[in-house]
Each structure stands twice: as structure tokens, then as C-alpha cells.
């Protein structure tokens, strides 16, 4: 085959060409400019309670069925009598909170209106990426997108996939499952309900509320991946959904065992983080058995970074009898482990 | 049948290669877009290896107002051996124990090697073999504009966490940073800036224009205004960090005549005493031209040329003097020795604008025992020559002596009836003592009402553009013709104390000729730090409408309130002369003494007060850095505002602050 045979077919063939390329294409090869314009028609825009102390009144949320049903976080907008929804055309519709679960942050909300001509998502379409994806958020963050107007884009890449609440106290959000965490500020005022998706269009993720991580006291922006939220969307929207009973709190866990039930004696705690340091361990305790010694300090229980005597009490506090109990100590400039088991 | 299957896969042929290339001409955007997104993950894959996870364990909740986070933090593996670079910020908290987590999920106990203060990083070690230490990319390659990527290692993943940007300058913070917009906070300081080729270009720090310490910066997190510090950069002082040495931005020991940093030439001002600068023989008056090669016009250039510059590097000067060019090298040091003035021991009789056109400065009292004693100088004599320069006015008298150090010979002329007499002084340091008695200066009878506009008297005041209010009493007998002191009064917390201050103050105030400006803190319960800017226009506008004079220009607080007047003194350099403090000790780092902005001490405190020890060793500290400071301790008083005696005595002091 010559190059110029080439040139001769694709001159003779141009407007079979031309065809072809206005035909549905595959996702992997579309550009974000047509992303976005595919995706914009499939995103609302919420109206609802709060305008008061600070709290906004708007939100986002996006379509996930041809009759209406919109998919969006769980917050104190949807609290009111009437919710407003303005698609992306500018049509305005009345909606009303069809189901809700709490512990995944999400609601659903079904348009009053029927046959509607509407874009929607395929839940059942999503992608699962990794760091570095490229992606795009649609949202209505800070309300800035007003009647026909359509929600804002950003772009930005996953910074990581991780799990949102590995220890208690770092976030305060009752969703402790997988998250994305994105390199854009996606998390703003109201652009929680919004998605991610890739860069050719795949559903990933529900935006998440915004989020102080308390570790490393910065904002965080993430959102729920919709694999997560799938099951919990179609059974409100079938309408055979089931609350669930709520997590008990941490607070309402007992503390079952002190540190001196394994014969270990702490330093003082005085300051906010004292270093969890043994002052001394009681002779033929179970601390003594196991080999720990004085001026060991407390690293990890179970694998639970110990970082000062107080959450040293509450992870020996958590535990229960029967458990294995593993603490690795520092021991001068190396690490010990030690093994013990919790009795009644 | 042959012919039309055939024709059939030509067909087929032809159709697949319309598409594939009519496609080609329209999706190379997204192709592009693809291609780029495989090459940020092969980045992150390559260098992935060199990213571990740092934990603390204990240390301050607190540090310089911000919230220490007690989350994971990131490093990079620098060498086969164990050792890691991270950035200061993630040991700010000064933790107990730190821990290392290696890509391949090994655990160690990490030990602090050392600090470089001057970029913001701290070296680990860990016992390990066998790292995979990062690779540089040539500091020559980076361009603004190309691909940036921000790496992590906070989130419990087994990928780093990834930020992607650009860069967006060279050579940020006086040479020493790159700056990127991808996303730079807590999260990945301490981890790479990756180019696309997955060579590391530099370390994720904060870092501030303005601020100097290890947070410095944090503000700044996530807004697209990260920076890195050089990987080549730090691998060139890798070994003296390795050794445990610390290292410190390096400093000639040099100020400049003006302070318009961007338009003033580099001519010297002051050499510091026992300086780099003053051991390469470098002069008042002398015009630096060159450093290191570099060219240099204006004071921002050697700035930028010396910026970068560590203690124990070497730099060779060219000053040009007096149109003679002299080369010199000199190696920079961490810290001067602290700043001294000389004193000659008198208080200058104020005149103000001298309108009697009397010859010099008039001394209105001699400290005992003073050079000017010694010398035989006496009340009423008008200094008029100092060291061959003549004496018109007392700030000119007191920039003469203070660039002399104590102990410094020096020739004055003065008058008596109209005699001049010449003596030799042998100049001392500054007292740190109050004297026990000094009659007030004399303030002029009030011979018009041209003040009458004024405010005069006890008055309180709403500022709408800062939703503040302030009180402030200007003596009643206030005289334009007369430069008053101005004592600026920080309230402690939850209490203006303002009818118990005015009632031991008014007095004080009209024997002395002092105003009280007393600002209220926003919330009564507390300052805040950025309450300053409030004050600070609080005391220009008073300096625009009363006649003050600004060397007499000092805060006074009690309690919580001398926390904040602390650092309304050392925040105001140019404004604020002296520091008035009862029963507050002063914590955290010392600024220096500066040569062109003096600052005196008066502290006083009760024996029984259970702040004592700690006050005495503010006293401590801050003579050590050389500033004046007087300590006064009531005897059997307990935590509460001084008696009537040593407040006279605050008063005293105060109307010493002009004492050359």
C-alpha cells in the first residue's frame, strides 16, 4: 500500500468520512469540551431550606433515572417544604425527597412531573480510576450558575483513593467507607451532590460536604465513588428501601479495660499529647510477662498509631476480652513488638 | 463469488481506514489528553518507590497560632542508607518519636539528624538498607510552564496522593524555591515535585515572603501557590546535614542607607560590629557592586544574590570606594553579635523645631556617674560638636553616639555662657536602671487656643473601619508648642482596667506630658494578633493630630495584655521606642536589636507572683540580646496591676526614652 493510493481513497471516500465520525463514538475517545456537554444536561440544580446563619440554600444534584429521580448528598437544603429543581435548559420542576440514607451522606429526589424529556446517568455505567486520573467535577458551587445557566466545571486529577474515616475523630461525617480525594477545590458551598466524572465522561462520584480533615487541619475535597451509593439509590427508587438503625457513637462505647488491668503504670498525663511512656510495668503482670519494660513508649495497638497517653486509653478501652492485643513499642532507636492477649 | 467477497474486504478495509483516519485529524485532543494522563502515572510510578510515610508521636498542640496537624506527613528517601528529607513543618510540634513507613510497608524508628532553617527542612535517619533514593531532575531543565506534579504519602493508599500543576516561577523567596500551582499543603509537604519524566525537581515546603518560621506559609495551602526547594540544591548540602549540622541563612552583617528596597543603590549604612562585613573591611559609604559575579544596582539585587546563601558559605564582594573598586571575600555567619549602643548619659532638653535658634542640644540632666558626668558636663550645657560632626538637633546627637559602641572613645564640644569647651569622653553601655528621681521637663503655659479643636481630656472614640473603639486621655493642659510622650495601654483579657488606670495615671500624665491611647481588643475576652494594623493606624492618626514626639513613642500592658503589647512592639519596630510590662513574662524567639529602631525595657513584677521566675528571665534574655531593660520587683505583691510607686516609676522611665 502506497501513500498515494491512500490520499486517493480518502479524497473519494471524504463524505462517507464524515459519516462515520458524527456516529456515536466510543468513550475513550472523546475530548473533555464534549464531555462537558454530554454531562451538563444530566446535572440540576437544587433550591431548598437555609439562607440563614451562614448555611446556603442551594445545592446539586444529578439525574439517574428518564423519570426523574435525582441523586444528591444528604444535607439540611432538602429540609424544607418545598424543594426547587432548575435543570440545565432552565426548566423548573417541584421535587420531594423520595428516600434517604444517612450513613452514605445521600438522598434521592423524584421530580413532580411526568413525562419529561430528560438526560440522565446509568448508575449501572460507572468507572473505578486511580491517582493521577484526569477528571472533571460538575457542580453548582456557591450557586453561581442562575436559571438556564449550566453548573460549573472544574478539572483536576484523583490525588488518591483511600478510605475516608480509618480512626475515628479524624472526620466528622457519619461515611467512613472509600472516597477520591481530588487535587481541584471541588468542595465548596453547595457543590456537594455534584459529580465526578472522567475526563470522557464516565460517571465516578457523588461530591462530597465540605470536610475539615482534623489530622492535618486542612479542607479536604473528595467524593463518594458511585459504586458505593448504587445499591442504596435503586432500592429508594424502586421504593423497597430500608432505613438502617445509626452507628452508636464513640462516646457511648464503654472503656472496658485501663492500662494498668495489664500491669502497665503510664507517666502522668499532663500535657494535651503526653508521649504514651511506660513509668513502670507491675511485677508478674501480664506486661511484665510479655517483656515490656520502662521507658518504653507505646507506638501502635493493633496496628492504631498511639500518638499520646489519652488515645493509648481509649484504644485499650475499645477492646474486649478474648481479643489478641499487639503493641509495638519503641525500645531506644528499634521497634518491639509485643503480644498479649486480653483476659476477662 | 470470489470477486465479491473480494470487494467485500475492500470495503471493510477502505471504511476501517476512513475512520481511523478521519478520526485522526479529530481526536488528537483527546488523544493528547490521554497520553498526558498515562504520562503523569508512569511519573508517580517511578518515583513512587523513593515516598514514605512519616508519623509523630506527642509534641505541642499549638504552635505560633496554628494547629499542629497529627496526621501522617510525607519524605523522600535521599540516600541507599536510611536518610530522609521532609519539610520542618511536619515537625514543628516538636514530636516525642518520630516513625517511618517505607513504600514497602517496614517500619522504623526515625531520628532527628538536622534542621536547615533557612529552606524549612529536617533530615531523618533510619536504620534501613537498601532505599531507593529519589533522582534529581537538572535544576537547568526547569521551565515555567511545563507539567508539575505534587506527590504525597498522608492517605493510607498503596499509591501516593497526586497533585497535578505546572510551574509556575524559578527562583521564588530570594532564590532559594520553585513554585508550582499544582496543590502544595499538609498533605504533601515533605513529598516531591515531580516533572513528567518522574525526576524529582524539589521538596514541598510552606514558605512566606514575610514570615521566617516553619509555618510560615501554611496560610497559603491549596491555593495554587505551592513551592519546592531544589532537589540538587538540597543534595549540594546533604553531607553537612548528614553530619548534624545545622544549617541557617547566612548574614553579612550590613544595612543600607534608605529602605526602598527595589530603588536605592546598596550603599552601606551601618557595618555591624564583629560582622563578616566588618572583618572583610568593608565601610560606611562603601557601594557593593558585585556579588559572586552577579552584577548588582539596586539593594533587592544583593538580596537576591545573598538569599540563598547558607552560614559557612563563602561570597566575594566588590564595593567601589570612593571611586576606587576593592574586592573583598567573606564568609557568612548564622548569627551577629548582638547590636550595642554606646551611651554618652544625658537627657537631651526638648526644644521643639528649636525655634529659640539656640546652637546644639541642651542637656536637661546628667546621669551620675555618665561619660557626660565624667566629663563635666552640667545641666543647661549645649553639646554642639560630636567626633567632627557638628550637633544641631538631638535625634542628629543620638544617631552620632548610637553607631558608636560602648567603651569607644569620642571628642564633644559644648558651651557654657557662650564658652565652648572641648573634653574626651570614654562612652559606657546603656543603664538598665530607672533614676530613683527626675524632675519633669518643662511644658510651656498654654499662650494660645489654637489646639482648641482637639480633643482634650478623658474621651472615648468608635473606629467604623475597624468595628473598634478605643479610649484616650490627652493631658488637660495640653500645648502644641510641647512634643508629649504617648503610652499606648494594652487591656488585659476580659478587663479594659480603664477607670483604675486613668485614676493612677492622670496625675502622671499631666506632671510628665503623656497621652493614653488605650484601644479595646475587638472581643473583650482577648487580642488577637492581627489586631495590631487597628493600633498601628490608631497611633498615626494620634501622631498626625497631637504634637508627640516619636522617640517617646511606648505600649504598656499588664497580664495577658503585655502578651500582646510584646508583640505590637516587635511587629512595630519603626513605630514603638519602648515596652512597659507588669507581671507578663515574654515567650518564644527573640527579633534582634536593630541599630535603626531602638527598643527599651521596663518590666516589673511581684516576688510573689507565680510568673516571677519566668519574668526574671525575660530580663535575662533580653539584656542578653542587648536591649536596655530595667526590672523592678515588688516585694510581697501577688498577680495584680503595681502600686502607685512603681507606676510613677513606669512614668519616670518613660520620660527617659529619649536618653542619648
Known sequence: MTNDRMTTYRTSCLPMAVCLAMLPSVASIQTSRQTIRMIQPRMVKIFGAGGIRGLHAYGTGFLVSPKGHIATVWSHVLDADSITVVLNDGRRFQARVLGAKPQLDLAVLKLQAENVELSYFDIEQTASVGPGTRILAFSNMFNVATGDEPVSVLHGVIAARTNLSTRRGTFEIPYDGPIYVVDAITNNSGAAGGVLTTQDGQLLAMIGKELRNARSNTWVNYAIPIGELKEAIKQITNGNFVAHKKKPDETEIPVRYHPLDFGLVMVPDVLYRTPAYVDSVLPNSQAARAGLRSDDLVLFVNDELIQSCRTLKVALGRLESGDALRLIVRRANQLVQIKMNVKK | ?660
Not at chain 2, 155 to 171: C, D, M, T, W
Not at chain 2, 195 to 202: A, F, L, P, S, Y
Open chain 2, 1 to 660: 463469488m470470489h470477486q465479491l467477497i473480494l470487494r467485500l474486504t475492500l470495503t471493510c478495509w477502505l471504511l476501517s481506514l476512513m475512520f481511523s483516519t478521519a478520526l485522526n485529524a479529530q481526536i488528537s485532543d483527546a488523544e493528547l489528553e490521554e497520553l498526558e494522563e498515562q504520562a503523569f502515572k508512569q511519573a508517580v510510578a517511578l518515583v513512587s518507590q523513593s515516598i514514605v510515610r512519616i508519623q509523630t508521636v506527642g509534641g505541642l498542640d499549638h504552635v505560633s497560632r496554628v494547629l499542629t496537624g497529627t496526621g501522617p506527613t510525607t519524605g523522600l528517601a535521599v540516600s541507599k542508607d536510611g536518610y530522609i528529607i521532609s519539610s520542618a513543618f511536619n515537625f514543628i510540634s516538636k514530636p516525642a518519636s518520630v516513625l517511618v513507613t517505607l513504600p514497602d510497608g517496614r517500619r522504623f524508628a526515625a531520628n532527628v539528624v538536622a534542621t536547615d532553617r533557612s529552606r524549612m527542612l529536617t533530615l531523618l535517619k533510619i536504620d534501613a538498607e537498601n532505599l531507593i533514593p529519589a533522582q534529581a531532575a537538572p535544576k537547568k531543565s526547569f521551565r515555567v510552564g511545563q507539567w508539575a506534579l505534587a506527590l504525597g504519602r498522608t492517605y493510607e493508599s498503596l499509591h501516593p496522593s497526586v497533585s497535578v500543576g505546572i510551574v509556575s516561577a524559578l527562583n521564588r523567596n530570594w532564590g532559594k524555591a520553585v513554585q508550582t500551582d499544582a496543590k502544595v499543603s499538609p498533605v504533601n509537604y515533605g513529598g516531591p515535585l515531580v516533572d513528567i519524566q518522574g525526576r524529582v525537581m524539589g521538596v514541598l515546603v510552606p514558605l512566606s515572603q514575610r514570615g521566617t518560621n516553619e509555618s510560615a506559609g501554611v496560610e497559603w495551602y491549596d491555593s495554587g501557590i505551592g513551592f519546592a526547594i531544589p532537589l540538587e540544591d538540597i543534595l549540594a548540602t546533604l553531607e553537612r546535614l548528614k553530619a548534624g549540622q545545622d544549617l541557617n541563612p547566612g548574614l553579612m552583617g550590613v544595612t543600607f542607607k534608605g529602605h526602598d528596597l527595589y530603588g536605592a543603590e546598596p550603599k552601606i549604612d551601618r557595618v555591624r560590629y564583629g560582622s563578616p562585613a566588618q572583618k572583610a573591611g568593608l565601610k560606611t559609604g562603601d557601594i557593593i557592586v558585585d556579588i559572586d559575579g552577579r552584577n548588582v544596582v539596586r539593594q533587592v539585587q544583593v538580596r537576591h544574590a545573598v538569599g540563598n546563601k547558607l552560614a559557612g558559605d563563602t561570597i566575594s564582594v566588590t564595593v567601589t570606594r570612593r571611586n576606587k573598586t576593592v574586592k573583598t571575600k567573606m564568609t557568612l555567619v548564622a548569627q551577629l553579635q548582638a547590636y550595642e549602643s554606646a551611651f554618652l548619659g544625658i537627657l537631651p532638653i526638648r526644644e521643639k523645631g528649636n525655634r529659640l535658634g539656640k546652637p546644639g542640644v541642651g542637656v536637661r540632666y546628667l546621669y551620675p556617674d555618665s561619660p557626660a558626668a565624667k566629663a563635666g558636663l552640667k545641666t543647661r550645657d549645649r553639646i554642639v560638636r560630636f567626633n567632627n560632626s557638628e550637633v544641631t538637633d538631638a535625634g542628629m546627637l543620638a544617631d552620632l553616639v548610637h553607631r558608636l559602641r560602648p567603651k569607644q572613645p569620642a571628642t564633644l564640644v559644648f558651651l557654657r555662657a557662650d564658652a565652648a569647651t572641648t573634653v574626651q569622653v570614654k562612652l559606657a553601655n546603656i543603664p538598665n536602671s530607672v533614676p530613683g528621681k527626675l524632675n519633669s521637663a518643662i511644658i510651656p503655659r498654654i499662650n494660645n487656643d489654637e489646639s482648641s479643636r482637639l480633643k482634650i481630656g478623658r474621651f472615648t472614640q468608635d473606629v467604623p473601619a475597624y468595628q473598634h473603639s478605643f479610649w484616650a486621655y490627652v493631658p488637660d493642659n495640653y500645648n502644641a508648642d510641647y512634643q508629649y510622650t504617648l503610652m499606648v495601654w494594652i487591656h488585659p483579657n476580659d478587663d479594659t482596667m480603664e477607670a483604675a488606670l486613668y485614676k493612677q495615671w492622670n496625675p502622671i500624665c499631666e506632671q510628665r506630658g503623656i497621652i493614653i491611647l488605650a484601644p479595646k481588643a475587638a472581643q473583650i475576652g482577648g487580642w488577637t494578633l492581627d489586631e495590631d494594623k487597628f493600633i498601628k493606624d490608631m497611633i498615626e492618626q494620634f501622631l498626625q493630630n497631637y504634637s508627640i514626639d516619636t522617640t517617646r513613642i511606648f505600649v504598656h500592658g499588664f497580664s495577658s495584655g503585655g502578651r500582646f503589647a510584646y508583640h505590637l512592639a516587635f511587629k512595630h519596630r519603626k513605630l514603638i521606642r519602648g515596652v512597659a510590662v507588669a507581671a507578663q513574662p515574654l515567650r518564644g524567639r527573640l527579633p534582634e536589636n536593630h541599630p535603626d529602631y531602638q527598643l527599651q525595657f521596663h518590666l516589673v513584677c511581684g516576688d510573689n507572683d507565680n510568673l516571677y521566675p519566668l519574668f526574671q528571665r525575660t530580663a535575662t534574655v533580653l539584656r542578653q540580646m542587648k536591649f536596655p531593660t530595667s526590672l523592678t520587683t515588688i516585694k510581697k505583691h501577688f498577680h495584680t496591676y503595681p502600686p502607685v510607686e512603681q507606676v510613677r516609676e513606669i512614668g519616670r522611665w518613660a520620660d527617659t526614652l529619649d536618653r542619648i
